[in-house]
């Protein structure tokens, strides 16, 4: 059984950095884009970053300048390097993944169980 496990959160203060991680486990015939959301308290779930297979990038205005998605393709896992992080990211950020597994003949958006990021002012 696929899944997406995050990691790299945590307590930081503001303008401090941090990585997230997201791994994969499971046998995967194709890995298609993969995503960072973040839901703030109190707030809908939001874009932060995505990547295509091919490594094309897409940023929110929010962190445009300051996040860098990247990704492993031998890994099948995914980054999100945050830097000057600000009390307003703080949040539970998740990652996602478009892809097929060897054991379903069609793709799917998978959704790892998120990970905390606090930014102390």
């Known amino acids: 059984q696929v899944q997406l496990v995050e990691s790299g959160g945590g307590l930081v203060q503001a303008g401090g950095s941090l990585r997230l991680s997201c791994a994969t486990s499971g046998s995967i015939f194709r890995l298609n884009a993969m995503g960072w959301y973040r839901q703030c308290p109190g707030k809908q779930r939001e874009l932060v970053a995505t990547?295509?297979?091919?490594?094309?990038?897409n940023y929110a205005d929010s962190g445009k300048g300051r996040f860098t998605i990247s990704r492993d393709n031998a890994k099948n896992t995914m980054y999100l390097q945050m830097n000057s992080l600000k009390p307003e990211d703080t949040a539970v950020y998740y990652c996602?993944?478009?892809?097929?597994?060897?054991?379903?003949?069609?793709?799917?958006?998978?959704w790892g169980q998120g990970t905390q990021v606090t930014v102390s002012s």
């Open positions: 990547i295509t297979g091919g490594g094309i990038t």
């Open positions: 996602n993944a478009d892809l097929q597994p060897f054991s379903s003949p069609v793709r799917a958006i998978y």
